[in-house]
């Protein structure tokens, strides 16, 4: 089993940045997937970003492609999302997940965080 806590969310100026932490507790994490999804009020949840668990392959959203960065380190069963250049249309509430298959799918992420708030203000 693993268990994921995300934080770091909170309000910042359009431009500006924010970096979202993803914390796993379970051994099992190292050998898992990872990713970053977002939900926006009155919008389906949407794919953000995707790494391997070996910290590799990372994928993106053309949405955020050139903004973000997602990393992990294993070590310290920790994600990251480093959001850079925010704009008002990435509002939302972001999601860390865990997947034993690298997708960019949803429905393939068994393991959820509790979700932290994104918000920017133009």
């Known amino acids: 089993q693993v268990r994921l806590v995300d934080s770091g969310g909170g309000w910042v100026q359009s431009g500006g940045s924010l970096r979202l932490s993803c914390a796993a507790f379970g051994s099992a994490f190292r050998w898992l997937a990872s990713a970053w999804f977002r939900q926006a009020p009155g919008k389906e949840r949407e794919f953000v970003a995707l790494?391997?668990?070996?910290?590799?392959?990372?994928v993106y959203a053309e949405s955020v492609n050139g903004r973000f960065t997602i990393s992990r380190d294993n070590t310290k069963n920790t994600m990251w999302l480093q959001m850079n250049t925010l704009k008002p249309e990435d509002t939302a509430t972001y999601y860390c997940a865990a997947s034993g298959q690298y997708s960019v799918r949803e429905d393939v992420y068994e393991y959820w965080g509790q979700g932290t708030q994104v918000t920017v203000a133009s």
């Open positions: 790494i391997g668990w070996n910290a590799d392959a990372p």
